[in-house]
T-cell receptor, first 113, second 111 residues
Framework: KAGVTQTPRYLIKTRGQQVTLSCSPI?????VSWYQQTPGQGLQFLFE???????NKGNFPGRFSGRQFSNSRSEMNVSTLELGDSALYLC????????????FGDGTRLSIL | GQQVMQIPQYQHVQEGEDFTTYCNSS?????IQWYKQRPGGHPVFLIQ?????EVKKQKRLTFQFGEAKKNSSLHITATQTTDVGTYFC???????????FGAGTILRVKS
């Protein structure tokens, strides 16, 4: 069974640009969560989608947005990129979210120049 | 909002020594999960604890959930070089809110 797939693996952008990251969950998983990981900050929760609806949201500015498609694939968009957005962005899926264990992808490493 | 603190931030041990990381929540948790992230890898689920005072073992790893369901610990006996990585705890609040991760404990093992 294929794991969680994130594309692209690496991205280099400049300040002010926007970026879209993609996540394909494990087959059958309907919950997709996004996290930002920076050194020393652990995993900061961005948002969770379930059945195409945003179910939970973290404390990030409105520049960070996401969506989920009917096949459970999810995208995350960051607009007007700032230097501080440089991080590893991880996607995790589970059957229904909540207390279920999260299955993580390898992440997209975003570097802002 | 719910906060999960994890200590220590970093620990460097000699191979064969024991290691413990602690996790404390500002609110009562419905359950707590532990993950391991190898260098360059992604977090991998290790275990979930649900009951007050629960203790679970996986070979050399022992996981505990506090009686008040606000703290947890992971203890590794006789560390090996394969244990290196960052260990995260993640707690879910009583009312089914999102998982909140601790900042993680980085474990380095010197052989």
């Amino acid at each position: 069974k294929a794991g969680v797939t994130q594309t692209p693996r690496y991205l280099i952008k400049t300040r002010g640009q926007q970026v879209t990251l993609s996540c394909s969950p494990i087959s059958g998983h309907r919950s997709v969560s996004w996290y930002q990981q920076t050194p020393g900050q652990g995993l900061q929760f961005l948002f969770e989608y379930f059945s195409e609806t945003q179910r939970n949201k973290g404390n990030f500015p409105g520049r960070f947005s996401g969506r989920q498609f009917s096949n459970s694939r999810s995208e995350m968009n960051v607009s007007t990129l700032e230097l501080g957005d440089s991080a590893l962005y991880l996607c995790a899926s589970s059957f229904t979210g909540g207390s279920q264990p999260q299955h993580f992808g390898d992440g997209t490493r975003l570097s802002i120049l | 909002g719910q906060q999960v603190m994890q200590i220590p931030q970093y620990q460097h041990v000699q191979e064969g020594e024991d290691f413990t990381t602690y996790c404390n929540s500002s609110t009562t948790l419905s359950n707590i999960q532990w993950y391991k992230q190898r260098p360059g890898g992604h977090p991998v689920f290790l275990i979930q604890l649900v009951k007050s005072g629960e203790v679970k073992k996986q070979k050399r790893l022992t996981f505990q959930f506090g009686e008040a369901k606000k703290n947890s610990s992971l203890h590794i006996t006789a560390t090996q070089t394969t244990d290196v990585g960052t260990y995260f705890c993640a707690g879910e609040g009583e009312y089914g809110n999102k998982l909140v991760f601790g900042a993680g404990t980085i474990l380095r093992v010197k052989s």
